[in-house]
């Protein structure tokens, strides 16, 4: 499905709206209200484009960038999960490439242990494999 961007005439109407101001949510619940110049936001689905958000006045945020790339990230997270149980749901099933391996698993060989022998000279050693 092709994104749904906001109509320019969105974006001003919301702009005007918020009054130069984030309408960004922190994680304490307060609105976030920093002061955003023109040019220097971004304006965001509230209910995300992936998810079922249109490009409507309301479902549109004027975000400052940080708001913008913090709401983003669990947008992502929201959207694939959504994406995942819907597969699910339909029983989309890809089988594994490689046959899932059960007992008994082959032994791995065993690691060389070696051990340092000092010979006769001062400072010079001999490598032996210790079993
Ligand atoms: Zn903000």
């Known amino acids: 499905m092709a994104r749904k961007n906001f109509k320019r005439s969105i974006i001003v109407a919301r702009y005007k709206h918020c009054c130069g101001r984030c309408e960004g949510i922190l994680e304490s619940g307060a609105r976030c209200y920093a002061v955003v110049k023109p040019g220097a936001y971004e304006c965001d689905h509230d209910d995300p484009d992936g998810l079922t958000g249109e490009p409507t006045f309301e479902n549109a945020r004027i975000l400052c960038i940080p708001c913008h790339a913090e709401k983003t990230k669990d947008d992502v997270t929201a959207?694939?999960?959504?994406?995942?149980?819907?597969?699910?749901?339909?029983?989309?099933?890809?089988?594994?490439k490689r046959p899932i391996p059960s007992r008994p698993f082959p032994k791995r060989p065993r690691?060389?242990?070696?051990?340092?022998?000092?010979?006769?000279?001062?400072?010079?050693?001999?490598?032996?494999?210790?079993r």
Do not use: M
Not at 79 to 96: C, L, M, S, T, Y
Not at 111 to 130: F, T
């Open 79 to 96: 959207i694939a999960k959504a994406k995942r149980r819907e597969a699910d749901h339909v029983g989309a099933f890809i089988p594994p």
């Open 111 to 130: 690691k060389l242990r070696i051990e340092l022998v000092p010979l006769q000279r001062r400072g010079v050693y001999e490598a032996r494999i210790v």
